[in-house]
């Protein structure tokens, strides 16, 4: 630096006031043990975790022992001695292979009774009088025969909504997709028996 750039020095005088400093300090101190205190909880909840870590990780490997041991009674129950055979599914797939059938659950539909779909036992001659009668029944002030009525109404709704998902409506001009559900049904309802 030049001695043009040079500057006189500037004297600085600082005055403590001893009050705030004992504040200052004493708010410092507070400060520390507040520090300290959640320090030790931290330390007490990383121990607690690091326990329930190390539970945790024992009943995993007990889990997999029990697992294991089941596998290997299942492999000699079914008479499986090939050491590549290490998974359930390798196992299902060699029981497969050699002609053990798999046990399938037991599927299929079974029709509902008159009585559940609402149907006198006498029975109708057409459609037309079956939702002919649900809809006068679903009018009935017995509550429980109306209910049935009309559980077994919406569920032919449902059914005729399937229907009409089906193939042979795919042609369905666009104007029935404006109108309401029911509006389309009711029509076909009246074209079929217009035409019978």
Request: proline share 4%; aromatic share 6%.
């Amino acid at each position: 630096m030049s001695s043009q750039d040079q500057k006189p020095p500037i004297d600085i005088s600082v005055t403590v006031d001893p009050k705030n400093m004992e504040a200052l300090l004493k708010q410092i101190e507070e400060e520390r043990e507040r520090r300290k205190e959640a320090e030790k909880k931290l330390e007490g909840k990383t121990t607690e975790l690091e326990e329930k870590t190390t539970e945790l990780e024992d009943l995993k490997g007990k889990a997999t022992v029990i697992a294991e041991k089941m596998f290997q009674r299942k492999k000699e129950a079914l008479g499986c001695y090939d050491e590549l055979v290490t998974t359930p599914e390798q196992l299902e797939f060699w029981e497969r292979g050699h002609g053990k059938p798999v046990k399938s659950s037991p599927s299929g539909t079974v029709p509902l009774s008159d009585a559940q779909r609402g149907i006198n036992s006498q029975g109708y001659d057409s459609y037309e009088e079956l939702v002919a009668d649900l809809r006068e029944k679903a009018k009935s002030t017995d509550q429980r025969v109306s209910q049935e009525a009309e559980a077994v109404l919406n569920e032919l709704w449902k059914k005729s909504v399937e229907g009409l998902k089906s193939d042979e409506f795919k042609g369905v001009p666009e104007y029935i997709e404006k109108r309401s559900l029911k509006e389309v049904l009711n029509e076909q309802f009246r074209r079929k028996k217009v035409n019978k």
